[in-house]
């Protein structure tokens, strides 16, 4: 269904949703992880997802399966959590690579966020503890002031990092160069446009419902999916389109995820799932399957 919001320039198309959301979600079976902020698939082994927690816990990322089992534990040294909110998967230069944002600020208080990226290391054996060091560090401030950021993901194609501000009216686009710069460097992220992820006036009321709490990008580039506490936008993007064009336009709306805190969101490695996770214990991993 495409929800009509005013101020939008006409969508490429009225075509119905691809995805639809599963009655069978797998509940996420690790205890370690109740505060899931971030969420990435795998890329070298299917079926695996990568989790991260946000503030108060260690810099760590957590291995589950997509039924839910626990797999491994990675533990990042020379990172400090000191609010990660997103985490992204992606091929760079033929390597499959993880980024993991430290860009929480819920007062708008903070100077500077970090970008962590490291190369995806091998899969720790089930139960096991692996660890890993960043390959590089984005250290950087908005150009207009801090924000509070949950929904960060990259597009390898034009080498850039894409965020978007959870608690402005409207949330705001921003751009930064995934190539980390030179030590010691503090970079600008440019805002460049907005993004209106707004529920139905005729929905049940949420609270903060049109705060987005994730971003992911289809592994084709044609698909950004932005997460909210109340429901999934889908953004279809064209090959060699700005960004800032792609999000002018109306989204088209998939089946709310009636999750109480949804702060994660992932593509699938093929484009035809999406995968969301709330927080608490043990929530269920909730999956859009494209029809």
């Known amino acids: ?16 949703s691809r995805f639809v959301l599963s009655d069978k979600p797998a509940p996420l079976q690790l205890s370690a992880s109740q505060e899931s902020s971030g969420l990435a698939v795998s890329r070298r082994k299917a079926g695996l997802l990568w989790i991260a927690n946000d503030s108060g816990n260690g810099p760590d990322l957590y291995l589950a399966g997509t039924d839910g089992s626990y797999q491994g ?55 096991q503890i692996a660890e890993a060091v960043p390959a590089g560090m984005i250290v950087f401030r908005y ?39 030179k030590s010691g460097e503090i970079q600008i992220a440019k805002r460049i446009g907005v993004v209106h992820v707004e529920r139905p006036l005729e929905s049940p009321m949420v609270p903060y419902g049109n705060q987005p709490t994730g971003l992911s990008i289809s592994p084709d580039g044609s698909q950004a999916a932005v997460l909210t506490y109340y429901g999934v936008f889908l953004f279809r993007h064209q090959n060699g389109e700005a960004w800032e064009k792609t999000f002018s336009r109306k989204p088209e709306m998939l089946a709310p995820h009636r999750q109480k805190q949804a702060e994660a969101i992932t593509f699938s490695r093929d484009g035809k799932t999406i995968f969301v996770l709330s927080e608490g214990t043990t929530p269920p991993i909730v999956t859009y399957r494209a029809e």
């Open 1 to 16: 269904m495409l929800v009509a919001m005013a101020g939008f320039p006409a969508a490429l198309s009225a075509a119905p």
């Open 73 to 127: 534990t990675l533990h990042i040294n020379r990172a400090a959590n000191i609010d990660w909110e997103d985490l992204d998967s992606f091929f760079w230069n033929g390597v499959p690579w993880l980024l993991v944002a430290d860009t929480g600020d819920n007062g708008g208080r903070r100077n500077f966020c970090t970008i962590y990226l490291l190369p995806e290391p091998s899969i720790p054996d089930s139960g």
């Open 143 to 181: 150009e207009d002031g801090p924000r509070d950021c949950e929904a960060v993901a990259v597009d390898p194609a034009t080498e850039k990092i894409l965020l978007i501000s959870k608690r402005t009216n409207p949330p705001v686009l921003y751009e930064l160069p995934l190539r980390p710069g």
